[in-house]
């Protein structure tokens, strides 16, 4: 069954993190993604490793595991943009595309004739997103962004990692958290804009920025310094304005305590044996709880230490109040909930080792059009002379003078240890 985008054709001029995550989801909702990549090296992740995909053989290919996570659903194009003849290659596969991504730095695209003023005439139709660090406009827009320096400037890292009085500091988000959420609102901007175009046949160009979308999901911490004018400090796994909603230490481990409202909070001290905390008017209320906190958590700390976090999570998730374990990632894609999900797949890979690679699921489950994974993340390359044949007409011959020329590779090489 066709995903809900068949038969969209989005034109990827992204790399890294931010624009790959936004054309994947594409990707996997059915679109046709012609990723255009720079011959000999490709997208710079391929080479973020260890770890790397390896073969039967137990070579590492060229493929790392920060590539496989963003490039699925993809078809590989190696083309010279830095060449006139590669620049009216892509010019021609935007004529033929619906959907255009790009994080190049501000400008750099249109002193290569390939921003959207250059395309819109070609392409009336086309939806350019330009993905960047700041934007297109603002005393920072010819920066450089990156997803550390974004979680720092953003505001996250002061929200991240232990107070100081407990020996913390601000902490970055142990994936690439800004970078993945700016692909996130990237992709939805793009569907608006399809949606708009259906009404009026007219694209439009999208500019989505790593500081923008950082600064709105601050979400309710952002708008509690708007609406107190006191900085939120760092808390560690401490909920702002909810206690108790921490992660507190059992007698083997630790595990989540979520308390959400006063209901469960009186569940959880007949649990604990503790009702004389649930009567105390410090605590009666999650609002004099918060008002409270420095009072009532060594109160449950004390508990909490006294049984084992299966224990605890037995007897908290038998009266519903809200817990858990906290995994490794062995855990996680081991967890029968995970699998059943299917957010652990394999796909077939011709130079990974058995044939398969494994690779996070998507999370969107659709009742008449289903996501699909039909490419496994591209050899770099792979797909040039076949999408150069199928979308432009080249001929087999047009094509090997292209390469020659260095205009183009293909994917016509070695299939692992070569770094293709």
Not at 201 to 222: E, F, K, M, P, Y
Request: with cysteine.
């Amino acid at each position: 069954m066709a995903g809900p985008l068949a038969g969209l054709v989005v034109l990827d001029l992204s790399r890294i993190l931010a624009g790959p995550t936004a054309t994947q989801l594409l990707g996997d909702l059915g679109a046709t993604v012609w990723k255009i990549e720079r011959p000999g090296t490709g997208d710079d992740t391929r080479g973020w490793g260890p770890p790397f995909l390896r073969d039967d053989a137990g070579r590492e290919t060229g493929e790392s595991a920060y590539y496989l996570s963003a490039n699925r659903n993809k078809r590989s194009l190696a083309i010279d943009l830095a060449s006139a003849a590669g620049r009216d290659l892509v010019r021609a596969l935007a004529e033929r595309a619906d959907v255009l991504v790009e994080n190049f730095k501000v400008g750099d695209l249109a002193r290569k004739g390939l921003g959207y003023d250059d395309l819109k005439p070609l392409n009336p139709g086309l939806i350019y997103c330009s993905i960047s660090g700041f934007g297109q406009t603002g005393p920072y827009a010819k920066r450089a962004g990156y997803d550390f320096l974004i979680q720092g400037m953003g505001g996250l890292m002061s929200l991240t990692g232990r107070a100081d009085a407990d020996g913390g500091e601000p902490t970055k988000a142990g994936v690439g958290i800004a970078d993945v959420m700016c692909g996130m609102y990237a992709s939805n901007a793009i569907l608006a804009a399809l949606h708009r175009r259906t009404q009026t046949g007219r694209g439009q160009h999208i500019d989505v920025a790593l500081l923008d979308t950082q600064v709105s999901w601050l979400i309710n911490q952002g708008v509690g310094y708007l609406t107190s004018g006191a900085v939120p400090p760092r808390r560690g796994n401490a909920h702002p304005t909810i206690v108790p909603y921490n992660a507190y230490p059992a007698r083997d481990g630790a595990f989540i305590l979520a308390v959400g409202n006063d209901a469960q909070f009186a569940r959880f001290c007949a649990v604990a044996g503790a009702d004389h905390l649930a009567a105390d008017p410090r605590f009666a209320t999650n609002a004099e709880r918060v008002r409270n906190r420095e009072a009532l958590e060594p109160e449950i700390v004390a508990l909490t230490k006294t049984r084992d976090t299966a224990d605890w999570i037995a007897a908290l998730e038998a009266e519903g109040v809200p817990c858990g374990p906290i995994n490794d990632l062995a855990q996680v894609f081991d967890d029968p909930q995970v699998r059943h999900r299917g957010m652990r797949i394999a796909m077939p890979h011709e130079t990974a080792a058995g044939g398969t690679v494994a690779l996070i699921g998507n999370p969107l489950k659709f009742s008449e059009t289903p996501v699909s994974y039909r490419h496994a993340p591209p050899r770099l390359a792979a797909d040039t002379q076949a999408v150069l044949a199928e979308a432009l007409g080249l001929s087999d011959d047009e094509i090997a003078r292209l390469e020659a020329a260095g205009t183009i590779a293909t994917g016509n090489v070695g299939k692992s240890g070569d770094g293709t």
